[in-house]
């Protein structure tokens, strides 16, 4: 058993060893996001509940048939929500369809062509879920005094963007991320911006607890090939931080010693 496998993060009181988060939209169809979902071995599943049947359309598919419950965490998630009302009345939404469930995915987006979160709507909106019961999990900018705040509030999670949603940037403000995480008492996981295998590693490497994606995965030209790089990258990238790396130096230095060889 690796390392990685061996560790775990807490979120809302429950233990979760797999360290990858995946969204479920973009698919082909619902096959396809149950077999890229098992690759990624992920065991927390957001969804959009304004974009996806979790029960409130009794006509349509409800992706729980595939994606179920007792197998996943489900994390329902705000997105598409510009404003705190909206973010709030769908948290409520998917806490009585999912009986009671007070894990969400807070995001409140501040502009619909960059998806940049709007930070202060973020900020009201997470007070008053956390007023209400609701274990936050909360989609935020990189800015490290806004996510303090945000874990002072109460939220369970803070999840600072790499870059912006869907873009595949990857991380764009190591520095940012690295504040943010030295400074933290609750689980940081880095949510938007991954495109490749080698963002979530760095993501990882730089002390994440873990990592959140869906475009990165299900616009790839094979998804659950994708999955599955993903995460051994998520393993390597924590392994890498577990064993910390070696200093970084300006000029060489020989990998054997010369002290002490014949000539």
């Given at each position: 058993?690796?390392?990685?496998?061996?560790?775990?993060?807490?979120?809302?009181?429950?233990?979760?060893?797999?360290?990858?988060?995946?969204?479920?939209?973009?698919?082909?169809?619902?096959?396809?996001?149950?077999?890229?979902?098992?690759?990624?071995?992920?065991?927390?599943?957001?969804?959009?509940?304004?974009?996806?049947?979790?029960?409130?359309?009794?006509?349509?598919?409800?992706?729980?048939?595939?994606?179920?419950?007792?197998?996943?965490?489900?994390?329902?998630?705000?997105?598409?929500?510009?404003?705190?009302?909206?973010?709030?009345?769908?948290?409520?939404?998917?806490?009585?369809?999912?009986?009671?469930?007070?894990?969400?995915?807070?995001?409140?987006?501040?502009?619909?062509?960059?998806?940049?979160?709007?930070?202060?709507?973020?900020?009201?909106?997470?007070?008053?879920?956390?007023?209400?019961?609701?274990?936050?999990?909360?989609?935020?900018?990189?800015?490290?005094?806004?996510?303090?705040?945000?874990?002072?509030?109460?939220?369970?999670?803070?999840?600072?963007?790499?870059?912006?949603?869907?873009?595949?940037?990857?991380?764009?403000?190591?520095?940012?991320?690295?504040?943010?995480?030295?400074?933290?008492?609750?689980?940081?996981?880095?949510?938007?911006?991954?495109?490749?295998a080698s963002d979530a590693a760095v993501a990882m490497e730089l002390g994440c607890d873990g990592v959140l994606m869906n475009t990165a995965i299900a616009a790839a030209k094979n998804p659950i090939l994708m999955a599955s790089a993903m995460r051994k990258a998520i393993e390597a990238g924590?392994?890498?931080?577990?064993?910390?790396?070696?200093?970084?130096?300006?000029?060489?230095?020989?990998?054997?010693?010369?002290?002490?060889?014949?000539?």
């Open positions: 058993m690796s390392e990685s496998s061996r560790d775990t993060f807490t979120v809302a009181g429950k233990p979760f060893h797999s360290r990858l988060l995946v969204g479920t939209g973009k698919y082909q169809d619902m096959q396809q996001t149950r077999a890229a979902i098992e690759a990624s071995g992920a065991e927390i599943i957001t969804i959009a509940v304004r974009r996806t049947n979790i029960g409130q359309n009794s006509d349509e598919p409800n992706i729980l048939e595939v994606l179920p419950p007792d197998r996943y965490t489900i994390l329902p998630n705000t997105a598409g929500c510009y404003d705190i009302k909206t973010a709030v009345r769908t948290c409520q939404l998917a806490r009585e369809l999912l009986d009671g469930h007070n894990l969400v995915k807070l995001e409140v987006l501040g502009d619909e062509k960059t998806l940049f979160p709007d930070t202060m709507a973020t900020l009201k909106a997470a007070e008053e879920l956390v007023k209400d019961g609701f274990d936050v999990m909360v989609y935020t900018s990189d800015d490290p005094i806004i996510a303090r705040e945000l874990e002072q509030i109460g939220c369970v999670a803070v999840m600072p963007l790499a870059a912006p949603i869907g873009s595949g940037l990857g991380i764009r403000n190591k520095l940012n991320l690295l504040t943010i995480v030295e400074n933290a008492k609750v689980p940081i996981l880095v949510d938007a911006g991954v495109g490749t924590r392994e890498a931080f577990l064993a910390g790396r070696m200093p970084a130096k300006r000029y060489a230095s020989a990998s054997s010693p010369v002290d002490g060889l014949f000539f």
